[in-house]
């Protein structure tokens, strides 16, 4: 029987306007969807691993994540959507 381990989940998909696509270079609105990793004891979360963003180009249906896209672009999109979290949960 496992007492801990570490889980994945699915953050709520957020819409974000004027993001430039990598793929198809038009400044349009993007879907960003978040996922977080947790460590847990005993089916509890017990703290956060690390959280990781993929934006979807509503056009070209592109993914991208901080791998292969603009370094500058993906911390600006992962400041807004972090601050989206912080206020949400205030």
């Keep these: 029987m496992k007492f801990f381990g570490k889980s994945s989940s699915v953050l709520k998909i957020q819409k974000i306007k004027e993001v430039k696509c990598p793929n198809c270079g038009r400044q349009n609105q993007v879907d960003v969807q978040g996922i977080t990793r ?4 005993l089916w509890i979360p017990f703290f956060t691993l ?3 963003f993929y934006i979807v ?3 070209c249906r592109g993914v991208y994540n901080k ?3 603009e370094i500058e672009e ?6 807004e ?3 989206r979290l912080k206020s949400r949960k205030q």
């Design 57 to 59: 180009c509503i056009y």
């Design 74 to 79: 993906y911390r600006k999109i992962d400041r």
């Design 50 to 52: 690390g959280r990781e």
């Design 81 to 83: 959507v972090r601050h």
């Design 67 to 69: 791998y292969n896209m």
């Design 38 to 41: 947790k460590f847990y004891v």
